[in-house]
């Protein structure tokens, strides 16, 4: 009797690692699992956020000197080194996830609970950028002058109040359901996967 409860328990072990084992193939695939779809996103955050402020250079190649003395760019070209340094981390966290050290689960657990709560400070980052831009968008034609903000601020405050209001609400709907598509979901697919981990 002991010895039939002795196989079945290391039956019931061997089939427990087999399946741990196929949850960390789904996870580490190198082009299309979760953990490379991550990967994947986060690299093109970096490469896009660094083309960016060159192809504002390049574009206004007849004006470089405007262009490097200018509030705008100059505030933009930190908001895009401060997204390039976000991904790089998020970047890193998801490339933790591929090591094997240590108890497999828990690591898997406490970097996806450290993207999705990066993922929740991202919005709320991209949300007082919006506010911090249309300040500045407000209080740059005192300091510096541009013709197409002198031509944004003869429009009635009303209207420029209300083009703000339009943007936040849009941004908080769009970023939302981008985020989601482009990392929420991965994120709750990995701890689908961990949940079935024993």
Request: glycine share 4%; net charge positive.
């Amino acid at each position: 009797m002991e010895l039939d409860e002795l196989k079945q328990t290391w039956q019931q072990a061997t089939i427990e690692k087999t399946s741990n084992k196929d949850i960390m193939e789904l996870i580490h695939q190198k082009s299309y699992g979760p953990v490379a779809a991550l990967k994947r996103v986060f690299r093109k955050q970096i490469v896009a956020m660094s083309l960016i402020p060159l192809i504002l250079v390049v574009t206004n190649l007849n004006n470089v000197s405007a262009v490097f003395t200018s509030i705008l760019f100059w505030c933009y070209v930190a908001f895009c080194i401060g997204i390039i340094v976000f991904a790089g981390y998020n970047y890193h966290i998801a490339g933790k996830m591929e090591e094997m050290h240590g108890e497999v689960k828990q690591n898997l657990e406490q970097q996806v609970n450290l993207l999705e709560k990066r993922l929740h400070w991202e919005l709320i980052g991209l949300r007082a950028v919006l506010i911090f831009f249309v300040i500045l968008l407000e209080t740059v034609p005192y300091v510096q002058h541009y013709r197409m903000l002198d031509k944004w601020h003869s429009l009635s405050p009303l209207i420029r109040f209300g083009a703000y209001a339009a943007l936040a609400i849009t941004q908080y709907v769009v970023n939302r359901r981008l985020s989601y598509h482009k990392v929420g979901r991965h994120l709750v697919y990995l701890k689908g996967l961990i949940s079935e981990m024993r």
